[in-house]
């Protein structure tokens, strides 16, 4: 899976916030980054001041972690977590990450969990603040850019948008996406992904497999078509 995922555009991963396949794959990514010895990630959680009980899922962390056969000590050694909930935090936390992609060179991915936050805050913060945390995460990708680094964010599914819906963080955080991926469950327990807004539109799709040790991908034998102003393509994925 990350040899598909290069240094540049902002990866988008986005579903239902009841069945957090988003969440799910990202943190397979983050993981499955960190196979190779000596190699390092960065992971941020970005949440909102006025919930401060959400937080990363590490009961599913460290069920990925067994599975791909890592030592969870060295796991959690390898990969520097942040929290961003406030304008200092989120200021702080931007400053220590362009320190260690500056340091460090072993990087190999930087995630960002629940990335909406810094695009959609309630009505009653002023626009100056919504504009500032947009500039942080527009500093954010630039960082990593600069750096090399691919990075890849998950988020929430909103309820607008069709034929296929668009994540939760508003026109701002879609259109700084470069490559977005919609997740959706099957009836048979499987889910659907769907890449659009792709810059390679000739690419196939990609069937993953969750429940391996490892991620496994065949191609798809065709390209998909396109579906309406949407360039989609379809790839299977198994529940964990």
Known sequence: MMGDIICGPLYLFYSSEKNGLQNRILYHLLIEAIKVRN??????????????????????????????????????NRIHFFYAFTQPQTTNTIEKISEILTNESQITVVTVQNIEHL??????????????????????????????TPIVASAPLSNHGRPIPVPEGGI??????????????LRSGGATAYIHNHYDKNRIGLRIDLNATELKKTRQKKPWKRTSEW???HSSITRT
């Open 39 to 76: 190699t390092s990630a960065i992971h941020l959680f970005c949440g909102h001041n006025r919930n401060l009980r959400e937080s990363i899922n590490f009961d599913m962390l460290l069920k990925i972690i067994k599975r791909a056969e890592i030592d969870k000590s060295d796991a959690f």
């Open 119 to 148: 695009f959609s805050k309630p009505p009653t913060i002023s626009k100056a603040t919504q504009e500032f945390y947009k500039k942080k995460a527009y500093d954010l990708i630039n960082l990593c850019r600069e750096a090399g």
């Open 172 to 185: 701002s955080l879609t259109q700084l996406a470069g490559v977005s991926l919609y997740f959706s469950n």
């Open 231 to 233: 360039e989609t393509r």
